[in-house]
């Protein structure tokens, strides 16, 4: 049974207009399906991201994944990652599998699965295809006042007031 409802808008469409930079993947592509590796049934994996460009004022990074076609009122967050430096210009595949695996001062705040990791993309069968935005958002602050009790929500009001620019790729996936 396939669910009809309207597309979501671009969810940084919607927000105070920020310059830009730009990421790139060995992963995914912009437009293109995500990989079985990708996926939260199979791989669950992370993909590698690298950026460039960015505002010399950067600070500290966040990177999150955001499915704004997800069947809820809010969307779904797969992955937030808080307070990378800036000396840092790349994820490699699988860093989100926890904090463990990422660069020292950054953590993960729960995704909507409830995990302090990446989530891979789950959408209901049927479904009509999801966008999945992986932002890089480049700050201007060391640290947001976060911690990892904080919601994704928390985080990304907290980024409206310290984004300098952000860089987005937008793989798509659907079952």
Same mark, same amino acid.
């Given at each position: 049974?396939?669910?009809?409802? @309207? ?5 940084? !469409?919607?927000? /105070? ?37 960015? @505002? ?11 499915? /704004?076609? &997800? ?8 992955? $937030? $990652? ?14 989100? %599998? ?12 729960? !995704? ?6 990446? #989530?891979?993309?789950? /959408?209901?069968? #049927?479904?009509? $295809? ?7 958002? %480049? ?12 919601? /994704? &929500?928390?985080? !990304? ?12 790729? $937008? ?5």
């Amino acid at each position: 049974m396939s669910i009809e409802r @309207p597309v979501a808008p671009d969810p940084y !469409s919607l927000l /105070p207009k920020v310059a830009s930079f730009t990421v790139s993947s060995t992963d995914v592509s912009d437009g293109q399906p995500l990989s079985e590796a990708h996926l939260f049934e199979c791989g669950n994996t992370s993909p590698q991201l690298s950026w460039t460009g960015f @505002p010399d004022e950067t600070k500290s990074f966040v990177v999150t994944c955001f499915d /704004p076609d &997800a069947p809820t009122p809010s969307g779904f967050w797969h992955w $937030v $990652v808080v307070n990378l430096p800036a000396s840092v210009t790349s994820l490699d595949t699988g860093a989100g %599998a926890s904090d463990d695996t990422l660069p020292d001062g950054a953590f993960h705040v729960r !995704s909507d699965f409830g995990t302090r990791a990446f #989530g891979g993309a789950a /959408p209901p069968p #049927g479904d009509q $295809v999801h966008r999945y935005y992986f932002v890089v958002h %480049a700050v201007d602050v060391e640290e947001l006042d976060v911690d990892g009790d904080a919601s /994704p &929500a928390v985080v !990304s009001f907290n980024l409206a007031f310290h984004t300098l620019a952000r860089a987005i790729l $937008v793989p798509t996936y659907a079952h």
